[in-house]
């Protein structure tokens, strides 16, 4: 199955400074790779995704990049700001449109931004 | 449009009692998942039905735990018994079609402690 690795665990910026947190996955027919955020004792929602026809994606400080050679993608978050502190989990799944679909989550990463 | 409710938020029993977690996703969502989060992971899906059918639970450990959804719109997962290490956040998720790339949206979870 879909295996999905992500780095690092825990990150800590300085208010203002940009974040980068990366992703692998290991099943090639994956496509579909969205980005949750979790605050502390809530529910992870989706911040923002990509699919796999498309490279990068931005949406005003968030940026998601992908490579499909490489199976890796990456979230980027600029001009940090200390409300951005939460847990951030990357997925990846096989939409195929029937009964495949199925996120698989990384481990997260920590997220601090330092005022 | 109301989000996806969970009850209840938090439950504690001991070792081998049993326990219910109910799961009512948004209006007009055909699929739903059941997700199991321990501390310090990502979340790990345990069973997916579209309307009231299975599509995948090949991680449910279906000799304790089980789940239903009869009508095709609420849910509930038992564990029965449960055990120490099932002791988590267990999140409810709902999207709008079968399958493709659709968003799936969260509820807030229920908190399991197994003493």
């Known amino acids: 199955g879909e295996n999905v690795e992500q780095h690092p665990s825990t990150l800590s910026v300085q208010e203002g400074d940009s974040a980068v947190i990366k992703c692998t996955y290991s099943?090639?027919?994956?496509?579909?790779f969205p980005w949750y955020k979790q605050e502390l004792g809530k529910r992870p929602q989706l911040i923002i995704d990509?699919?796999?026809?498309?490279g990068e994606k931005k949406d005003q400080r968030i940026a998601v990049t992908l490579n499909k050679t490489a199976k890796h993608f990456s979230l980027h978050i600029t001009e940090t700001q200390p409300e951005d502190s939460a847990v951030y989990f990357c997925a990846a799944s096989k939409g195929s449109g029937g009964s495949n679909y199925k996120l698989t989550f990384g481990k997260g990463t920590l997220l601090t931004v330092n005022p | 449009e109301a989000g996806v409710a969970q009850s209840p938020r938090y439950k504690i029993i001991e070792k081998r009692q049993s326990v219910a977690f109910w799961c009512n996703p948004i209006?007009?969502?055909?699929?739903l998942y059941w997700y199991q989060q321990i501390l310090g992971q990502g979340p790990k899906l345990l069973i997916q039905f579209q309307n009231n059918g299975v599509v995948d639970d090949s991680q449910l450990p279906k000799d304790r735990f089980s789940a239903e959804r009869l009508k095709g719109v609420d849910s509930t997962l038992k564990i029965q018994p449960a055990k120490l290490e099932d002791s988590a956040v267990y999140l409810c998720?709902?999207?709008?079609?079968?399958?493709?790339?659709?968003?799936?949206?969260f509820g807030p979870g229920t908190r399991l402690t197994v003493l």
């Open positions: 099943d090639s027919a994956s496509n579909y």
């Open positions: 998720a709902s999207t709008r079609a079968g399958g493709g790339t659709d968003t799936q949206y």
């Open positions: 209006s007009g969502h055909a699929t």
């Open positions: 990509i699919r796999s026809n498309v």
